[in-house]
Structures are given as C-alpha cells and as structure tokens.
C-alpha cells in the first residue's frame, strides 16, 4: 500500500542556541533508560510526589495543585485559560508577542470575551495600559501576561501587575515557558495565581510537560463553574485528584517524561536556583556585549532583555536564511528566526538550562563573525569574542 | 519553604503485564538517548516523514491526516472528539465499559447531544443496538465504538457497525488505545474514518503520544465546521499544518519521544503485522488456556475476546488487592485490577508489544498458582503451565 521504506535513527549532533528546545544534560537522557514502571506502581507515586515537591521549589510556591500537565507547554497555556474561563467572562491579555496572541485564540476557544493590552514586538506591555483595561470593564476575571515573550525576547515586569490584578480581583496568569529555571520565577511572592511552564527550555528536559501551578483562590473559582471544563484531558480537578493522595486513575502518565522532568529538576536543585539565574544572567550578558561588540542592535526593550533568550536585529543586506542554514551545517548550531511581524527582523539565541555555557557564547560568536564575514557584513576581527570574554570573566553581576 | 529532600531515581524492574503501559524494547529505550534536534530542524522533518509513513503502514491506511497527537491516548480521544462535534450534534457512543463512558463525557463537553448503545461490561456492543440507536435519530454526526475496551477485555466487531455508519452518514470513530500493533486494524478496508490510539500498550513505546489518523471524509466535516475547535491543541488543521509540507510551527513536539515512536515503528516493520498479530494471538490464547485449567473463569464474552487483554473472574474467597500486591513485591509482575462496576470481581492481564511473550504467559501462570495456594484456593499444580505450554507448542492458529 504505501512505501515500506523507513530509515534508522541517527541525529547529527546540534548545538541547540534557539528559542527551545535546549540541549539536555546525560543525566537527564539517563534518567529515561531507568525501568519503566507502571502509572499505578507504589514506586511511582514515590517519584511523582518527588516531582511535585521539586517543582514547587522551582516554582517557589507552596501551592497544593502543582504538578506537570501531560503534554508540552502549549498544553499548560490551554490549561491555565480553559480551567478558569467559561463563556461570558471576560480575559485581559497582554499581547507583545507570538504567545499573548496565542493565549488571545485560546480564551476566545473558551467562549471569554477578550480585551487586547497591547504594545510592540520587542516593549512590553505597559502597567498603565493593563489598568485602563481593567478599569474599563465591569468585572475581569482572568489577566494573563506572558513572563518571558519567546517571540521578541521580552521579559515582562509583574509587580504592578499583580497589584492591579488584586485591586480589580481578576486572577493573574503567568506564562513562564521561557524563564522557570532561567530567570526569577517567585509564584506566591509575587501574586501569581496560575502558572505554567514547558520542560524543553530553561529545564533542559526533553519537549512533552507543562509544569503547571494554581493556588486556593484560582481552584476555588474552578469550583464555581457553572460548567464542565471543556477540555476531559485538561481538566485540573479530575488531574488533581491523580497528583494527590487519592490516586484516582485519569490518564495514564507519561512515564519517561516524569522521569526525565525528575532528574533535571534534580539537577536544578544540586545548582541552586539563585546560581542557576546568575549563570543564566551571567551567560546572556556576555552575549549581547559581544553582538553589541559586533556592531548588531538588540532588538528588545532596553532593561526588559531576557536572560535565556537575546533577539537581534538582522543587518540589512545580510540574508537570514542564509545566516541560519549555514550556522546550522557548518558549525551544528541551531538558532530561530523571527515569527509573525519580525519574521526576516530579528533572529533568537537562546541560552537556556544545559546550553547556557561560557563556551557555547564564545562558539557562536566566532561562528557568526565567520558567517557575516561571508554576507560581506564587516565585523571587527575578534571584536565580540572579546567583548563577551571580559564579561564572562567579571564577577556575579545583578540585574 | 518546602522540605528540601529529594530521592534519586532507581525504579524496580517490572514485568508489566497490566492494561498498560507494556515493557519497552532496548532498543526503543535507546532510541531516546539520540541527540536532541529542534522540532525545525531538517533532519527532524525526515523522521516526521518516517514516522508517518509507518504509522500508515500499522493503521493500514492511506490518510493523508495521519500523525502522533503530542498527549497521551486520552489526547487522540479527545481530538478524535472536539474536532468533529459541535453544540447541537448528535453523538451515538458505545458503552460497555469504562472508555465507552469517558468518550460520552468527552462528547457532552463538545456541547453534543449523546445517545448510548451500552452492553455490559464484558460483553459487545450488539449491532441491532447501534442500528436502533442510529434509526431513531434524524441526523447523527457520529457513531464512536471501543475497538478494545480495555476494562473488559472485549474486542468490539466491527463490520456491521461500520456498514450502519456509511448508511446512516455518520462519520465512524474508533479507539483502537489497546489493539493497534497487537489485533489487526485496517483502516481503509473497514471503512474507520477517524481512528486513534496509544504508544503505551501493543506499540511498546513509553506513555506519552496519541498515534492518530483521519480521512478525507473526517476533514471535510472540520472544514465545514460553523466554530473554531474548543482545544487549540488537539485543532487538527492546525497540527496538520505542522505535519505536512509547509511545517507551519504549531508546539514543540516532543521529540524525543517521537524518536521512541519512530524506533517502536521500525520494530513493527521488522516483525511484520501479521506476525505480530499471530504473536499477540498465540501468547494470549496459551494465557486464557493457561488460566482455565487453573479453574478460573474468563469475564469476556466468549469469541470476542482480546489477545492483548484478557480479564479473569477473581474467586471467591480471594482477596484482590493481597494477591496484586503479592505478584507486584515478590514477582515484580504488575497486573491490573477491576474499574468501575468490575472493581474487586476482575484482574486484567495484558500481553502488549515486548511484554507479549512465552515467557511471561508461563512466569505469569507460575506465579498466579503460588499465590493463588497462599489465598486457600486448590489449583492443580502446574494444570495452567502446562495448558498455556500445549498452546504455545500449537502451529500457529487463526482467529
């Protein structure tokens, strides 16, 4: 019937510096060769409660439903709106990015009536323009603002934020996919009601969990619903009750995953979250001194630039395809382009988890000298290698 | 703020042979170790293109829609689900066990209206039922029937069902979570137009991924579709996109997952359907020969039952969760217990994929006697090994 000819398994080995998935640690792969288990298995559950206690550390919340929703981050944003939006409510969403736009498509899937806070590819979105929003309508229910735009390279201030959500008694989501284990992520401290992240970034786990989090007041409005939740598979409370004591069968977890997410977690608590931000930190600075050395412009928001992920704006004259496809063959990197309205813009390094190296900064400096060199791009010889290298040599900064 | 103690990961060896998931080839165990690649990056899209092309070859089917959903076989229902019904359309499900009933309460969720065809748990859906059902309604958009339930044990037929659904123009839903890769599946010649399954059972692949498929007809009901699908990530035009030429970026896959898929796949191709049926077959007939020379009664319906799945009556007498837990700590063999209306009054024995062998039918029976002496019940000593080792020694038989 169809073509019966399949090839075996064999990937070039890449440096992965693009907007996720990252490289993984060997110990993280290990962890996937352990015996599987079933989902049901004493043994199990023993690793279950482990990861859930791991990812409230990382999360820094001492929320009761925490734990990683069976599919990857995607997933979890569908989960963060579906679980708490019916239709009728109305959803304020932060929109700077590829992921406020996707959030904006999953409410209104949800039947919410969607408010727009908007602000440019690359700026984030401004405290007073999410005020003007609240304050124009008669009850919010959900704000949502993503931490970590992975589309422009953003990271989005809270603080004011969360204050307005509490002053206007809406929930405060917050997508993390691209900052938990990468930059600060402080649930309870910083008033955030839900939360949810992916395993690919800076956990550096392979792709297929969306660590996930909702405190007491965001379940309790699960509770009063006046309608299923939408989604069987998402469904927080009937997924709670296989996360808790209970062990009530839903679905049956994916094993290796758990695994997996288990041991990076594992690793993350072996660095310590305060010294796995300052690496991140650390790493991301030397990186743009050294694009900034080579004469390139960051594209994001001056003091809102992430740590894991750095957009650059592509020089006119110089083909971004091009630029990619030869990091890609000639040197094993992979970074992204731009998406939507900075598709062809900017490209995205990400240095997130595992490839968040002093040595993976100096590679892909030298590499993208050599390959702008080619695009008739003049570049001082060296000038960002050494750029980066000062920075990677001065001590611990703060942010 | 929490306890800061965390466990190393060192799970027991299993010999799975509950309702899933099954144990995993080394080889598919090795498959993960590969090195992780982006999910754009081009080597990535050939073992996308693999893997499809072998997921056609195991559903028997020439779908153009034929993929792995990123979510477990509870994610495939679900999109097999909230992508074809929409509020006010008319579902008929089949009912005979516990994924006949999470299929209803997925469908109520897409607003449809859901007509039952139960049968007890244990016996098959009768197609005068499905017709009954069918008949009495002006238009329905759907008829969803359990291929393998596997709570019971029963193997659903299903070529009345399917000539209905074709005279009554309803598009025809299949789960097939616990017999594709061990009970034949043939898509196109028994006319499934949506089919979906497990990597966890007969494809010995870890937990994680929904193989799924769906035909021309099936697509043209989502066109024709008056509101967006209420799951973002289960829309199957989106995913397509994404698994077809353009690679239209949708969610990360979860690659290395895809890499156990692919390699579980391969594994297939080198054993052949049909031998692998023959296998599941052959293993599973030594298992109920085995258990019935022991004296014990098999639940399902006689000449419907599953070769992967066989559920057995506990005696009276017996105590369940001692003689689970009993197989579990000193035989390190799992077995799954009753759901539902059937808790405490079944086992279920699975024989999927790797864990479908000899060995494991005569280990199984060996054990089941030990234990079965310790509870007071009289088993003829070494009556089921030698029944299942009669059965295995056979030429092997059809169906």
Redesign the interface.
């Known amino acids: ?14 440096i ?1 510096l ?1 907007p ?2 990252s ?2 640690s060997p110990r993280v ?16 559950f ?2 279950m409660d ?1 990861t859930v ?2 990812l ?2 990382l999360f ?1 919340t ?1 929320n009761r439903l925490t734990f990683p929703i ?6 979890g ?2 989960a963060g709106l ?1 679980n708490f939006l019916e239709p009728g409510d109305v959803a304020v969403i932060g929109v700077n990015g590829l992921f406020g736009e ?1 959030m904006v ?2 409410a ?3 039947g919410a009536e969607v408010i727009q806070v908007t602000a440019e590819w690359g700026r984030i979105v401004e405290p007073e323009t999410i005020e003007a929003a609240l304050k124009a309508q008669k009850r919010v229910k959900l704000l949502a603002l993503v931490h970590a735009e992975t589309s422009t390279g953003i990271l989005q201030p809270l603080t004011e934020a969360s204050q307005l959500a509490k002053q206007y008694e809406a929930l405060l989501l917050v997508d993390t996919v691209t900052s938990l284990g990468g930059e600060e992520v402080a649930v309870d401290d910083w008033g955030i009601d839900i939360c949810y992240s ?1 395993t ?1 970034k800076c956990i550096s786990c ?3 969990l969306a660590p996930f989090t909702a405190n007491q007041k965001a379940m309790e409005a699960v509770e009063a619903r006046t309608r ?7 469904d927080l409370s009937l997924l709670s009750s296989y996360w808790s004591e209970g062990r009530f ?9 758990i ?2 997410l ?2 990076a ?2 690793l993350i ?1 072996e660095e310590g979250l305060e010294a796995r931000w300052q690496r991140h930190l650390r790493h991301g600075s030397a990186l743009k001194a050294g694009i900034e050395a080579m004469g390139l412009t960051l594209h994001a928001q001056e003091g809102h630039r992430l740590s894991t992920l750095t957009s650059v704006r592509i020089p006119s004259g110089v083909d971004d395809l091009r630029v990619r496809q030869k990091l ?1 063959n000639e040197f094993g990197i ?1 970074i992204g382009g731009g ?1 939507g309205p900075l598709k062809g813009r900017i490209w995205r390094i990400g240095l997130m988890g595992h490839s968040s190296t002093g040595e993976n900064v100096l590679l892909f400096l030298s590499a993208l000298e050599e390959v702008l060199a080619a695009e008739s791009y003049p570049v001082e010889p060296g000038a960002g290698v050494k750029a980066a290298i000062q920075t990677l040599t001065k001590k611990a900064e703060t942010k």
């Open positions: 019937m169809s073509d019966p000819s399949y090839q075996y398994l064999n990937p070039p080995y890449r992965l693009g996720g998935p490289n993984i792969q290990q962890a996937m060769l352990a015996p599987m288990v079933g989902h049901l298995d004493p043994y199990f023993n690793i482990d206690k791991l409230r550390t820094q001492e069976s599919g990857t981050g995607s997933a944003m569908e579906c996707r498509d999953n209104l899937r949800c992916g690919q392979p792709p297929g299923k939740v939408q989604s069987w598979y998402l069968y839903h679905h049956t977890a994916p094993i290796c995953m695994y997996a288990h041991e977690l594992v608590a890609l992979e998406l």
